[in-house]
């Protein structure tokens, strides 16, 4: 069964700070995607990776995946209140339209 | 113009009642989901249905059966609801096969609560 880790599980930082937080994998993911959920709301989904070594680019999110295809990482530049939230990585199965989450990190974006 | 509701939001319950959530969606996709989210945030998959049949069926206790009258709706009934079945579940659709990118649209949740 694979296992997607997160890390950090916490993050808390001030408004403008930069950051990164990193997804694993216990093995190789078929398409790795990255989700960002508000509180009371359901996630968003915020990009989709398949090819290793792959990097995109969100407006202050920029998105990395690992050149093994086993690990990935969202760095997020002058971080915003906005940017508060749960961001979820997950690896997406085109055979049988499976999502397996990792954990998830908490962002909080402090004023 | 919610792309995918649910209903209800909150639903508070004793242990071993019977109940219902519902969700539609209107974004005429194939196939829909449903998610349990727990205390800790982990997200896990439960079901999909790609036009009306069952595709994806986790190890999920046969209390929780999914229903789908059509392809807008799937439905989650839950029999005999015992403490840990207190989550908050997710209704997601995508276009399934069709979308290779696997894009999903996630409802805005039930928050259930059983004591």
């Known amino acids: 069964t694979q296992l997607l880790e997160q890390s950090p599980q916490f993050l808390s930082i001030q408004e403008g700070e930069n950051l990164t937080v990193y997804c694993n994998s216990s093995?190789?993911?078929?398409?790795l995607q990255w989700y960002r959920q508000e509180p009371g709301e359901g996630p968003v989904l915020l990009v989709t990776?398949?090819?290793?070594?792959e990097v995109k680019k969100l407006k202050r999110l920029t998105f990395q995946f690992g050149d093994a295809r086993k690990d990935s990482s969202l760095h997020i530049t002058a971080a915003q209140t906005g940017d508060t939230g749960l961001y979820l990585c997950?690896?997406?199965?085109?055979?049988?339209?499976?999502?397996?989450f990792g954990q998830g990190t908490t962002l909080q974006v402090k004023p | 113009d919610t792309a995918v509701s649910q209903t209800p939001k909150y639903l508070v319950t004793q242990m071993g009642n019977d109940k219902s959530i519902k969700c539609e969606q209107n974004?005429?996709?194939?196939?829909m989901y449903w998610y349990k989210q727990d205390s800790k945030k982990f997200l896990k998959i439960m079901f999909s249905?790609?036009?009306?049949?069952?595709?994806i069926n986790e190890t999920v206790p046969n209390r929780f059966s999914p229903k789908s009258p059509d392809k807008a709706h799937l439905n989650l009934h839950i029999n005999s609801l015992e403490l840990g079945d207190s989550a908050v579940y997710f209704c997601?659709?995508?276009?399934?096969?069709?979308?290779?990118?696997?894009?999903?649209?996630f409802g805005p949740g039930t928050r259930l609560t059983v004591l």
């Open positions: 997601a659709s995508s276009q399934g096969l069709a979308d290779p990118r696997g894009t999903q649209y």
């Open positions: 093995s190789v993911f078929s398409s």
């Open positions: 990776v398949v090819t290793g070594g």
């Open positions: 997950a690896d997406y199965s085109g055979n049988t339209g499976k999502l397996i």
């Open positions: 974004l005429g996709h194939d196939t």
């Open positions: 249905y790609n036009n009306k049949e069952l595709i």
